[in-house]
């Protein structure tokens, strides 16, 4: 019951932040002097008619104010509108969004899968070879931009001929077999997912490997082990579950990125995902889908945390007192 | 001591690098890609496609060789894909593009000559202000049904004449306020009647015609239904087309997939239905630099390819399975223009700055800035070298171009001629100073984010100041340059470019005509209604109305060609180059006739591969 209060409690909090994200970013975008008719007031074969209709279908001939009002009204309603070309985001939106759930969610379970126990080993062995090396490992994973990584990775492919270059599937992928377009899907994914998985991997690790030294040196830890408990114990049972703590936080800003993250890798990887999409949008100010996608990323990064508050408090007694 | 030698050292080494800096900062002639060879001495087109009745169907039988069947050729187009599968909905290349390769026109273009032939229709004649078209009796859409004067009549009048989607074809082909007529004489004749003899219109048959069956309901429905109708979202099985091949599949963001249309009119000379690829397929490439790598690792099989790339591939091409085609200059023109604008904004106050209205609106400073300006060090710097001079109003593959107009290399002693003759001279230091002793001093403005028109700018400063012309070179951003071009008009000089048809110069109105939208040179106010035009603005005036009218080829290319003389002599637009469009295509395909109309897979019916 407690937890439902507070549950409603945040989404009432949420609502005048929401509010003002939209608002900031729908005056940054119509203020910006991206004229999404620009190229068409510049091409002879166009008549003075087609640019009027067309600036009234976008609006553009109101102020901004009856604009934005316009658009909140039809937000509010559920309806996203239509783009500048006269498709509904939502079905644009929905084109993307399972290609750019799969990237991401493949990415954020390999780097926990791999991340948490390599942070662990880490910490564990510390000041060790092993720890040295990782350490190494994941300082360069962290300095490398992954823009640059992601056109290394490219060449790499045209080079050798092993990758597809970029895209997601074949283009005979229709006349494949069940099998086939999965191993079809699995190629085309391996070279983005190595960009994302080594450009997180290296923070995760880290965090991990900081939170339980952490632990590890605090009193209650020394204590255990004046008691004489097994290590084993020690550190899975008293030290592993405190300094999971500050993760389950992490995790829930990784719940927001699952839509927004990979702008960049996936323009440079030509991947059908959400970030190409919106990228796209942006630079033609494309207003209804941009203001879609950032409502979206509000959204998902207010319910991340929510997830991880409540997760939090469910694996932490501490703070469920406080609550 | 030794410290504070070091330092000396240093100060002349630096001294000495910055001063050869300073002399190197003259664009050199480097030496740069020879173009590939100009394509069409060295191919050898088939003979013109024919009409043939087999059982009484008329076919169109094509000449070129006969090929095998099957296979696919995968081509790309850049940026998000296409927004429509509607041609008279599409507001963009990509989406013309690809509609287009569903739905044949009336007539297309001959890709030599650029004359119009017939394509769905089985002739054509064209008499002053009416065509009659005969159209191929037997011929069926993709799902069965035959192609009659019934879907002509309702392509232009339900749709085009009635407003439905992109008005452009329209808005252009209306003459005095009036549209052309259409009227269906027998199930297989139809009679297009203009206004008045109005030659353009020709080109406006090659406009896909639509199956009235498919699309009579949607037009039913109202326009607002229409803008949505065989849009990106449609069951590839509800198309009902007439091209060689019809949409198979579109994957967002990824590809379009065609496969080839069963019922085609078009057979080979073992009369056998084209085409001969069972698949062709548009990968849609973010940028170009993806698409190069596409084409590099065996994924794409027809790029066009520039710059630096030309050399590369130039260099690949020996050991290669492609081959690279000169395919000529582009289509679309590059200058700097001047502004000509005598009038005051509504505050009262001038656009231009008075004493710069006496340089710009005199002939001889306009021709002196021409003479100084170096179009082949551009092409050489710029474009490495895979460009060609431009001179004239129409571009270089135009078949409206005037080949009296020659090009002429830079002079800086006729451009200090000409301004002496108009009364400037240079002080002491060799600024140039007009006659009433004002410094010659110029904003030159470009949109910024344009890699090769900032380029341009840089040299046209060095250029003019050559001549002791100070120059202010600003790249500003693209949606300001266009509000200033078009609505604030405060601009001194701009270079810009503009895209055109080769084809057809009357798209050119809307610039040269002296009430223009895009009159940039002398732009008038919206509703402008005293005559200030020059004596060779009413001249142009003139010759682009009489240019429209006359129907005759060598009668119109007369008006055009003293409107490209008379361009190239007033010099209100500065012309720069154009560049040479550049195509690779993988060996393994053939009956690949290139053209420079046309491009290199316009025929993409005859087109086969051989394995």
């Known amino acids: 019951m407690q937890i439902l209060i507070y549950i409603l409690k945040r989404i009432f909090q949420s609502i005048p932040l929401l509010i003002i994200v939209s608002l900031i970013s729908f005056f940054i975008i119509r203020l910006s002097p991206v004229d999404p008719l620009a190229e068409l007031r510049l091409n002879p074969s166009v008549s003075q008619e087609t640019l009027q209709k067309e600036t009234q279908r976008l609006g553009l001939d109101k102020p901004i104010i009856v604009q934005y009002g316009k658009w909140a009204k039809s937000f509010v309603k559920g309806d996203l509108g239509i783009t500048s070309n006269g498709e509904k985001v939502s079905t644009k939106l929905k084109e993307r969004i399972p290609n750019t759930l799969l990237l991401t969610t493949i990415v954020i379970f ?20 092993t720890d040295r090396i990782l350490t190494v490992l994941t300082s360069i994973g962290m300095a490398i931009p992954s823009f640059f990584f992601a056109v290394l990775l490219l060449i790499f492919a045209v080079k050798t001929g092993w990758f597809p270059i970029g895209g997601l599937t074949s283009s005979n992928f229709l006349e494949m077999t069940l099998p086939q377009q999965i191993w079809d899907i699995a190629h085309h994914l391996i070279l983005p997912v190595t960009v994302l998985f080594t450009l997180s991997l290296a923070g995760l690790q880290r965090q991990m490997r900081a939170n339980l030294l952490d632990v590890l040196d605090s009193d209650y830890v020394k204590f255990a082990r004046a008691k004489g408990l097994s290590e084993f114990d020690v550190i899975y049972k008293h030290a592993l579950r ?42 033609k100010s494309d207003i209804n889908l941009v203001m879609a996608s950032l409502m979206m990323g509000a959204i998902m990064l207010i319910v991340g945390n929510l997830i991880a508050d409540i997760l939090l408090i469910i694996t932490d007694p501490r703070i469920r007192v406080k609550a | ?20 800096c300073l002399h190197a900062d003259r664009a050199v002639t480097t030496p740069s890609v020879n173009p590939p060879h100009s394509i069409t001495e060295e191919i050898n087109y088939p003979d013109n496609q024919k009409n043939v009745t087999i059982d009484g169907i008329d076919y169109l039988q094509s000449q070129a060789p006969i090929g095998k069947f099957g296979g696919t050729l995968i081509a790309s187009t850049i940026g998000e894909g296409p927004k429509t599968f509607n041609p008279f909905n599409s507001k963009d290349n990509t989406s013309s593009t690809l509609s287009e390769i569903m739905f044949d026109g009336l007539l297309t273009t001959h890709p030599v000559t650029g004359q119009p032939i017939p394509r769905l229709a089985k002739d054509f004649s064209a008499d002053g202000d009416t065509y009659l078209i005969r159209l191929r009796k037997g011929i069926k859409w993709s799902d069965g049904k035959p192609i009659t004067a019934d879907d002509v009549v309702f392509t232009w009048n339900d749709i085009i004449f009635a407003g439905y989607g992109n008005t452009s074809t329209r808005d252009s082909i209306i003459v005095d306020g009036e549209l052309p007529t259409v009227t269906k004489i027998d199930d297989y004749t139809v009679e297009f009647k203009t206004p008045k003899p109005f030659a353009p219109f020709i080109r406006m048959l090659s406009t896909p015609i639509a199956p009235k069956h498919a699309f009579e309901p949607a037009v039913k429905k109202g326009k607002e239904y229409f803008e949505t109708f065989l849009s990106t979202n449609t069951n590839p099985k509800d198309f009902v087309t007439s091209g060689a091949f019809r949409l198979k599949e579109y994957v967002p963001a990824q590809r379009v997939v065609f496969e080839r249309n069963p019922n085609y009119y078009i057979i080979n000379r073992d009369e056998e239905k084209l085409p001969y690829l069972d698949k062709l397929v548009y990968l849609i490439v973010g940028d170009i630099n993806n698409e190069v790598l596409k084409f590099e690792g065996g994924e794409l099989d027809v790029i066009g390819l520039q710059g630096a790339n030309v050399a590369r591939f130039k260099e690949l091409e020996k050991h290669s399975d492609f081959k690279i085609y000169n395919l000529g200059p582009d289509t679309g023109t590059m200058f700097l223009t001047f502004n000509l604008n005598n009038r005051r904004n ?131 951003e693209f949606n300001s340059l266009v509000n200033k071009l078009l609505n604030s008009l405060d601009w001194d000089m701009v270079i810009m470019g503009l895209t055109g048809s080769p084809l057809e110069p009357n798209g050119g109105k809307n610039v040269w005509m002296s009430n223009g939208t895009l009159h940039m040179f002398n732009k008038r106010p919206e509703n402008y209604t005293k005559d200030d035009r020059t004596d060779w603005e009413k001249r142009i005036d003139y010759l682009y109305t009489e240019g429209a009218l006359a129907t005759d080829f060598e009668n119109r290319k007369k008006f055009y060609d003293e409107y490209q003389a008379i361009a190239y002599d007033e010099k209100p637009f500065v012309y720069i180059y154009s560049p040479l469009r550049i195509s690779a295509i993988r060996t393994k395909f053939k009956n690949v006739y290139p053209a420079p109309l046309s491009g290199i897979t316009y025929n993409i019916e005859e087109i086969w591969v051989d394995k």
Request: cysteine-free; hydrophobic content about 45%.
């Open chain 1, 110 to 129: 390999l780097t926990w899968l791999v991340g948490v126990p390599l942070g662990v080993l880490a910490a564990l062995r510390w000041k060790s070879k």
């Open chain 1, 242 to 283: 405190n300094a999971i703590n500050p993760m389950i936080t992490l995790l829930g800003f990784e719940f927001a990125g699952l839509l927004s993250g990979a702008a960049l890798t996936e323009y440079v990887f030509q991947y059908p995902g959400l970030g190409r999409l919106i990228l796209e949008a942006v630079l």
């Open chain 2, 1 to 20: 001591m030794k410290k504070a030698g070091y330092v000396v050292l240093i100060l002349i080494l630096t001294v000495l690098l910055a001063k050869s």
């Open chain 2, 346 to 476: 509504n505050d009262g106050k001038f656009n231009v700055d008075p004493k710069k209205q006496m340089w710009f609106q005199d002939k001889n400073f306009r021709q002196a800035v021409d003479y100084a300006i170096d179009r082949k060090n551009m092409v050489l710097n710029i474009a490495n070298g895979l460009g060609a001079p431009l001179f004239t109003a129409e571009s270089l593959n135009s078949i409206f171009l005037n080949k009296e107009l020659q090009p002429y290399e830079r002079s800086l002693e006729k451009s200090k001629e000409l301004l002496k003759k108009s009364g400037f001279r240079w002080d002491k230091k060799g600024h140039l100073l007009d006659k009433f002793g004002n410094h010659v001093e110029i904003d030159l403005l470009t949109n910024a984010g344009n890699t090769e028109r900032e380029a341009i700018g840089v040299m046209v400063k060095q250029d003019l100041e050559d001549l002791g012309m100070k120059i202010n070179f600003k790249p500003v």
